[in-house]
């Protein structure tokens, strides 16, 4: 009996040490903390762009532009588990505008299966490392690919490139990328000047002229001429160089390059002469004077295409009286003649829209 008494003590004081020991190695060693699960995507990773068409690039307003759009679409994703990519829309719509897949039937939208349709692809793996023999490479994504075809449905409007990466048909699984904007544009306005003789002393008339070189009428724009009384030279010629004798130059002259730009004298100073090196000028005009003749339309101007660049239109003119001049016999005029003064028309080549001209006249 005491031997069996003893046993019993013996086993409950072996069970009080283990649960002690136990309590011990958990404040020591505590348990790890479970493993939380990764993430279930009930939409495909974003897809990743290439480079997309951007700015602004002419087109001929009749005829069609192909472009090939190109992205990668991850499948291994280290956050989550990403749902496969079954279906892509790709869309060239207004900024603002989100594509998505199934898209309805308008225009600017490329849709179809991940597969077997327009779309073409290849597959990325991981890269291999060197330290391993027959090293497992894992499928990283795809490089997809498509060329779609464009017409005057989508030109001369502010557009933006975008990709839509869906799960199903229905747009709730759709994740998409936006890429540049782009402006496909069918105009290309031209400015010009001319400078006539009004048949009275000291007037003469100045001419803002255009021609639309694009493939595409333009409307609704505004033009502008203005005109500055200009120095005469000792030839009798408008004056091209500031240094020349007995023009009276002063800080505030201007000095006239034929795209309609100017900089005044005072800035070509280097300290003992006018430095006009590397700058073509056409005319200088009076700086102290506040003669000025200015005209502009008010957004109503409208050139139909032409091909032929001498087949210019009158777009708005200014008579210039009273000239002054600098001689006894010779007057003169700087014009400078703009189209699309306001920037209301986006063209391939904003940078002639201003034209300056300098004439000299006998009265």
Known sequence: ??????????????TLAMIFAGQVFAQLSPWPNPIT???????????????????????NYSGTLAVTITWFQPVLVATQQPRDATHFAVCLQAPGVTCTWPAMATTGVFAGAATGSIFTRTAVYTPASPF???????????NYSTTVTLNNAV????????????????????????????WYTSKELVADVSIDYEGVSGSAIAIAEGVNLGTSAAHGFSSRVT?????????????????????????GTRAFTADGQWRTAGSLWDGTRYNTANLSIIGLTYGTMSYSATAMTTANNSLPPETDPERKT????????????NSSTRYGLVAVGRV??????????EGDNARAECKSFAF
């Open 227 to 251: 005109a500055y009384p200009a120095l005469i030279g000792a030839s009798g010629a408008c004056a091209l160089d500031p240094n020349e004798a007995n023009l009276g130059v002063v800080n």
């Open 37 to 59: 699960p990764i993430p279930i995507s009930l939409t495909p990773p974003v897809p990743q762009l290439g480079v997309t068409p951007g700015g602004v690039q002419g087109v």
């Open 1 to 14: 009996m005491n031997t069996k008494r003893r046993n019993l003590q013996r086993l409950w004081v072996a």
């Open 340 to 349: 699309d003064e306001l920037g209301q028309i986006t063209e391939t080549n």
């Open 314 to 325: 009158d777009l708005v003119s200014r008579t210039a009286s009273s000239i002054p001049s």
């Open 155 to 182: 030109y001369d409007r502010q557009m933006k490139w975008s990709v839509a990466s869906c799960a199903s048909a229905a747009a709730s699984s759709c994740t998409y990328a936006v890429g540049n904007s782009i």
């Open 132 to 142: 391993i023999q027959n090293p497992i490479r894992l499928l990283a994504g795809y």
